[in-house]
């Protein structure tokens, strides 16, 4: 998330109240997660396993829960809580706006779009040309929708991350203050659920398709042309490369890649990064022959135990 304007390390400061190590005037642009920052940017960091990551990213401000050496060219805000921090921040930047209406005044549609009844359309969505949303879509604040895209009746697109923090009292979600950005020609199916990023964007790409009853997770990146099947489940921060196909109740674990026309079989678990023009199947993931080939041969396992006792 980038900041409506650029803000001071000192005023940063000030609104988490936590101390700080560099130039009162350093600029500081905007907040990110660890895998889409950049200069400029604030990324938070509260383990000790992660803080030459953070230290070493792109980001040229680290709020942290330690007081370390500051790396050069960079500044420091320390903090004895970063996630709360961060939050406090997403809230001063970009605060809940209630609507009191079903389509935002600040929402902008194009010319030819057909939105149809209970729909709800937040503050400063975007939709394009000759778009057809279908009933009780709901989009959030801040969703940007290309042109020739179809929702069809009971779609998400915005909800929060499912990303918290455990704490003695209870669960922490930290704040969303990302975006949904679907690009021209997408259709998405019935009962969809498409999450927005925690501070960057939930992006997919143009041409393709989605099924019923799909999830698309936080920071999620599909790119063109793929084809995803009804009750996919992908979780958060994966990239899926061009023209990959996930067929019925294929789930992925976070953070992963399936590469550039990869197809995955139904009910296969993605555990892992997987390679593209190739298709798989099974659960732990293997490439779909092999398994197959597995599967075969326990089915003679009978037989061998039979023709054992017999000797």
């Not at 609104?15 to 130039?23: A, H, L, M, R």
């Not at 953070?54 to 004895?80: F, R, W």
């Not at 999450?195 to 799909?214: L, M, S």
């Not at 042309?225 to 789930?251: F, N, P, R, S, Y």
Request: hydrophobic content about 40%; aromatic content about 6%; some cysteine.
């Amino acid at each position: 998330m980038k900041f409506p304007s650029q803000q001071t390390l000192k005023e940063i400061a000030a609104i988490i109240d936590c101390k700080y190590i560099g130039n009162d005037a350093f600029p500081v642009l905007g907040m990110n997660e660890i895998h889409v920052v950049e200069a400029g940017d604030i990324v938070f960091v509260d383990h000790p396993k992660y803080y030459d990551k953070a230290l070493n990213s792109a980001a040229t401000i680290v709020l942290i829960n330690k007081e370390v050496d500051c790396p050069e060219g960079k500044a420091l805000l320390i903090s004895d809580d970063p996630f709360r921090d961060f939050n406090k921040l997403t809230n001063h930047f970009r605060p809940f706006q209630s609507s009191n209406s079903a389509i935002s005044n600040s929402a902008k549609i194009g010319e030819g779009t057909v939105v149809q009844p209970n729909c709800f359309i937040g503050n400063n969505v975007v939709i394009g040309k000759n778009c057809l949303i279908h009933a009780n879509v709901t989009i959030y604040d801040n969703t940007i929708i290309s042109d020739n895209v179809i929702i069809h009746s009971g779609t998400v697109l915005g909800a929060d991350a499912f990303y918290y923090k455990k704490r003695p009292e209870g669960f922490d979600q930290l704040l969303s203050s990302g975006r949904v950005v679907i690009e021209n020609d997408v259709t998405l199916g019935a009962l969809c659920s498409i999450d927005k990023g925690v501070t960057g964007d939930t992006t997919i790409g143009e041409g393709t398709k989605i099924d019923n009853q799909v999830h698309v997770g936080h920071d999620t990146i599909i790119g063109k042309k793929c084809l995803i099947a009804a009750q996919v489940g992908i979780a958060g921060c994966v990239v899926i490369e061009d023209e990959v196909t996930l067929w019925g109740q294929v789930g992925t674990t976070s953070g992963i890649t399936i590469g550039e026309k990869a197809v995955v079989l139904g009910q296969t678990g993605v555990t892992k990064s997987i390679e593209g023009n190739k298709t798989y199947f099974g659960t732990p993931i293997e490439e779909a022959r092999e398994k197959m080939k597995q599967l075969a041969h326990i089915k003679k396992i009978p037989e061998i135990v039979e023709n054992l006792k017999s000797k």
